[in-house]
Nanobody, 124 residues
Framework: QVQLVESGGGLVQAGGSLRLSCAASGRTFDNYAVGWFRQAPGKEREFVAAISRNSGITNYADSVKGRFTISRDNAKDTVYLQMNTLQIEDTAVYYC?????????????????WGQGTQVTVSS
């Protein structure tokens, strides 16, 4: 079973950028589709972006299209989420999730492996 660890979160001003990393350990990561989700206080967890195991398919929530980019480096067993032009509404705990297979899911229940999350706070 793969284990996931997110990093790269922090405090940034509106308009700034952060890059989140999701590092996998335990098994080869290149057979897993990966998604990023976020959860703000008092809100449900929501889909942010997803990438297929060979990077051939990416999917984004409308709220982040054009600002966030998901990518992966299977040689490093890591998936990235580059977040640009951050807005206050992007403040949340960000989670990466994974599932074996070639399909990309936008629903949280499509993934069965989750990291512990990393906090992103965007200030005005």
């Amino acid at each position: 079973q793969v284990q996931l660890v997110e990093s790269g979160g922090g405090l940034v001003q509106a308009g700034g950028s952060l890059r989140l990393s999701c590092a996998a350990s335990g098994r080869t990561f290149d057979n897993y589709a990966v998604g990023w989700f976020r959860q703000a206080p008092g809100k449900e967890r929501e889909f942010v972006a997803a990438i297929s195991r060979n990077s051939g398919i990416t999917n984004y929530a409308d709220s982040v299209k054009g600002r966030f980019t998901i990518s992966r480096d299977n040689a490093k067993d890591t998936v990235y989420l580059q977040m640009n032009t951050l807005q206050i509404e992007d403040t949340a705990v960000y989670y990466c999730a994974a599932r074996v297979g070639r399909f990309v899911y936008t629903a949280a229940n499509g993934y069965n492996i989750w990291g512990q999350g990393t906090q992103v706070t965007v200030s005005s």
